[in-house]
């Protein structure tokens, strides 16, 4: 912000020495000072914009936000980490208790109960790790500066109104590191659109009732244009030959495109009527792969990570007796640190294969990079790139 900006360049010329802590705390009382102002216009009493003069930035957050991972967690280590027979037990008991109330919103919404008990498992073990920061603080500690001030600034906004609602008292607004709220785990701007009052008593509680909390998550993905009646997809087996250039989710297709390819399922044909389906490939040929239909595609509207999506459409089949994968995950491998994948991108670029820029991240043309000297060198081209893939290049 320009204002922002301006305070820290005032300390500088003046002092002639730059005091970042200093700066840093300034910006963030002109901060919430905008917000409060802001806040103001749009309604929010005294009463709520009060309890935005107690804050300060939280170092946590700002540590998790700014935070290098030392290692990328493979997907099947994630899996492991989210289907366990715990979730599976726990998950089973709450399909049980509140079966009469999944009925309804099965009914009322067209989203598989199975579906929605598994976004509770997932995002917070039903309830027991919905986080413990202050929604206020986090925001506004996202806001002020960084990368997701943007998004902060909004959230903090869409906050107070939550606050000045009633569905919440200041007490219980608590949430992760980024604001994410309650038993399903939605953002304030989500909650604004689309929370749901799954218990007919007027208010939309994410935070300590569950009904509420699933009654959203099923309103939200009615919205995002969940298909009833359609699974989200299933493992499939590919031939050896097969090009892991259109194992891209957003590839959807027809069922005849990819069966025509020699994708084909354990139990016979594949259904017709899926609709366009695309192909998933996590650990190449190496691994599972899948045939994802829309309704894994709005999943991801959820939670953008494949493997999130993955990960409770899985949990939702194991609750009613569905068998783990058919084919092993490559557990022994271990994912490229990401100084290893910076220099593998060296390495190809020196071997004349195009990753794009030097950055230590497995993106699309990285990906597509591996795919190439593999496909030249007339190894299975599915881009996945292992310790010694890095080795057998030349440094």
Not at 51 to 79: C, F, G, H, M, S
Not at 225 to 244: I, K, T, Y
Not at 293 to 315: D, E, I, Q, S, W
């Amino acid at each position: 912000m320009i204002v922002r900006a301006f305070a820290i360049t005032v300390i500088t010329l003046v002092t002639g020495v730059v005091f970042p802590a200093a700066a840093r705390e300034r910006a963030f009382e002109i901060f919430i000072q905008e917000i409060k102002q802001e806040a103001k216009k749009d309604g929010i009493d005294a009463a709520h914009l009060k309890a935005l003069d107690a804050l300060t930035p939280d170092p946590e957050v700002q540590r998790l936000a700014a935070r290098q991972p030392e290692y990328v967690k493979p997907i099947w280590a994630y899996l492991t980490h989210m289907v366990t027979q715990e979730r599976l037990s726990l998950g089973r008991e709450q399909l049980k208790a509140l079966e009469a109330f999944l009925d309804g919103l099965e009914s009322k919404y067209g989203v598989p109960r199975g579906i929605l008990i598994a976004i509770w498992g997932v995002e917070t073990n039903y309830g027991g790790n919905k986080g413990s920061f202050s929604v206020l603080r986090s925001l506004a500690t996202l806001g002020y500066e960084g990368k997701r001030a943007d998004f902060g600034r909004q959230q903090l906004l869409y906050a107070l109104r939550i606050l000045q609602s009633g569905d919440v008292a200041l007490a219980d607004f608590k949430g992760s590191w980024a604001g994410a709220m309650g038993h399903t785990q939605f953002i304030p701007t989500t909650y604004a659109d689309y929370a749901a009052d799954g218990t007919g008593d007027g208010i939309k509680d994410i935070w300590t009732e569950p009904r509420d909390a699933l009654a959203s998550a099923a309103y939200y993905l009615k919205r995002m244009g969940w298909q009833h009646g359609l699974v989200w997809g299933f493992e499939v087996a590919v031939p050896d030959d097969f090009n892991f250039a259109e194992a891209r989710i957003k590839n959807a297709k027809p069922v005849s495109y990819w069966t025509d390819k020699g994708v084909r399922v354990n139990a016979g044909a594949i259904d017709e009527t899926l609709g366009d389906v695309s192909i998933f490939a996590p650990a190449g040929l190496r691994g599972p792969v899948f045939l994802l239909t829309k309704n894994f595609r709005v999943l991801l509207r959820y939670n953008t990570a494949p493997a999130y999506a993955l990960a409770v459409g899985h949990l939702s089949q194991r609750f009613f007796g569905a068998a783990p994968f058919n084919r092993a995950w490559p557990n022994a491998d271990r994912p490229l640190l990401p100084d290893e994948i910076a220099e593998l991108q060296r390495r190809l670029r020196k071997a004349g294969y195009d990753t794009g820029d030097i950055d230590g991240v497995l993106g699309r043309q990285t990906i597509a990079a591996v795919r190439d000297y593999q496909k030249d060198r007339g190894l299975a081209a599915d881009g996945f790139a292992t310790p010694g893939l890095l080795e057998v290049l030349a440094p």
